[in-house]
C-alpha cells in the first residue's frame, strides 16, 4: 500500500510502497478515509520532541489525524466490526492501568502516539493499525460520516478536551487563544460553543479573520501591537478568565499567561519546539499572588468522545469548518513543508489514499 515515509529526519518526504498491516488479536485495521495534515508532524519530521518520547525512529509511517472503516479484527476483539466507520485517537491506551481505570486514558501509563512512535506506525497510508481497537476506536453515529469527521483529529479533539474539561469554559468566560493554527482555530470554535467570549490572537490577518468567522468577539494582531498580552487585558477590563497557548513557543505560552485576570487558569495545548525543547520560562510569583492555575491537554478520552460527538450532531459544533483544503497523498509532503513558514490556515485533510 501506499504510505507517506519519513527516512531521514528533515529531509524531503516521499511516498512509498510498504506492508499493509495486519491486526493484532486485540487489535482492527481501517481503510483510511480522512486523515487531518497537523503541525504535530511537521514536528516530528523536523526530529523534535526527543525528549517525552515522540522520536520514532525512520523509515517511519507519519499521520495521526484518522477517521476509518473497519477491514478486519483480531481474535480478541469482541465489540468493534467489519465495516464500522470510527474515529481514531492518536492516544492509544492500554485500558488496564490505574489511570484508564479512572477515565485518564488519554494520559495512559502505556500511553502510545500514534505516528509518533516505533510500535504505532501512522496514518498517512491506505491502512492503520489500532491496538487495543475496543478502547482505540471509537464507532461514529449514523449521524456522522468518517469523511466529515476528518477534521476531528487530534487538533480538534484535543481543543475539545482543553476548552470543555482543562479550563474548562463556563458560560460568560473571557477566553483568550493565542496562536490561531489549526488547534487555535478549533479552540475558538469550541469555546464560542460552551459560551466562552472568545479572543484569539495571532501574527496573520487571515488567521484573525477565521477567527472572526468561528466566533471571536475579538481579535489581536500580535505584530501590530507592542504588547498583546495587554491589549486582551484591556479588552476584557482586567484579563481573561481562560488562555490557552496553542503553539508551543515562548512567546505565545508567555503572554498567555500574562492575559489572565487573578484567578484565571492557563491551558497550554501547544507542544515546544526543538528551541525550547519542553522548557519555557514563566512568571512563577504572578501565580503565586493572583493564584493562576495552569494546566496541561493532551488528546481526548475515547470514553469522553461522545460528548463532542453529540455537540456536533446538534450542530453546535462543525469541524467541517475548520477543513481548509482537500488533498489526496502525494501532496501531503508539500502541505507539510509549508508548515515550515506557518503559511497553513485551518486544517487540510488527506482524503486520497491511492492512485
Known amino acids: 500500500m501506499q ?31 480522512g486523515c487531518g495534515i497537523c503541525r504535530s508532524d511537521w514536528h516530528c519530521w523536523q526530529g523534535d520532541w526527543d525528549w517525552f518520547g515522540y522520536r520514532p525512529d525512520p523509515p517511519h509511517v507519519l499521520g495521526h489525524e484518522p477517521t476509518g472503516r473497519i477491514v478486519s479484527v483480531g481474535e480478541d476483539v469482541e465489540n468493534i466490526e467489519e465495516g464500522q466507520e470510527v474515529a481514531i ?34 496514518a498517512f497510508a491506505e491502512e492503520v493499525h489500532i491496538p487495543n481497537a475496543d478502547l482505540n476506536a ?36 473571557d477566553v483568550v487563544i493565542h496562536g490561531c493554527g489549526g488547534i487555535g482555530l478549533s479552540a475558538v470554535h469550541i469555546a ?28 489581536v494582531n500580535a505584530q501590530a501591537v507592542d504588547d498583546p498580552a495587554k491589549e486582551v ?23 498567555a499567561v500574562n492575559s489572565l485576570r487573578k484567578g484565571g487558569t492557563h491551558v497550554q495545548i501547544g507542544l515546544t519546539t526543538s528551541e525550547e525543547a519542553g522548557m519555557v520560562s514563566l512568571p512563577t510569583d504572578e501565580f503565586v499572588a493572583k493564584e493562576i492555575d495552569f494546566k496541561g491537554s493532551l488528546g481526548l478520552q475515547p470514553s469522553r468522545y461522545s460528548e463532542m460527538l453529540d455537540m456536533v450532531e446538534s450542530s453546535k459544533l462543525d469541524p467541517t469548518a475548520l477543513v481548509e483544503d482537500t488533498v489526496d497523498i502525494h501532496q501531503v509532503p508539500d502541505e507539510l513543508a509549508a508548515m515550515s513558514d506557518y503559511n497553513t490556515v485551518g486544517i487540510p485533510v488527506c482524503n486520497e489514499f491511492s492512485n
Open 3 to 33: 504510505a507517506v515515509l519519513l527516512e531521514e529526519f528533515q529531509e524531503p518526504l516521499t511516498v512509498q510502497e510498504v506492508e499493509r498491516p495486519e491486526p493484532e488479536p486485540d487489535g482492527a485495521v481501517a481503510e483510511v478515509i
Open 89 to 122: 485517537p492518536f492516544n492509544f491506551a492500554c485500558g488496564n492501568c490505574d489511570l484508564c481505570r479512572n477515565g485518564r486514558e488519554n494520559i495512559c501509563e502505556n500511553h502510545i502516539g500514534l505516528g509518533f512512535m516505533n510500535q504505532a506506525p501512522g
Open 138 to 173: 471509537v464507532p461514529l453515529p449514523d449521524g456522522i460520516d468518517a469523511e466529515s469527521a476528518a477534521g476531528m483529529g487530534c487538533r480538534f479533539m484535543t481543543s475539545f478536551h482543553a476548552m470543555a474539561h482543562r479550563a474548562p469554559v463556563s458560560a460568560g468566560d
Open 192 to 219: 464560542n460553543a460552551l459560551g466562552g467570549n472568545v479572543i484569539g490572537v495571532d501574527l496573520m490577518d487571515e488567521k484573525l479573520e477565521r477567527a472572526e468567522d468561528l466566533g471571536a468577539v475579538a481579535t
Open 233 to 255: 487585558r484591556d479588552i476584557t477590563d482586567g484579563g481573561a478568565d481562560v488562555s490557552a497557548d496553542a503553539l508551543g513557543i515562548a512567546t505565545t505560552c508567555q503572554n
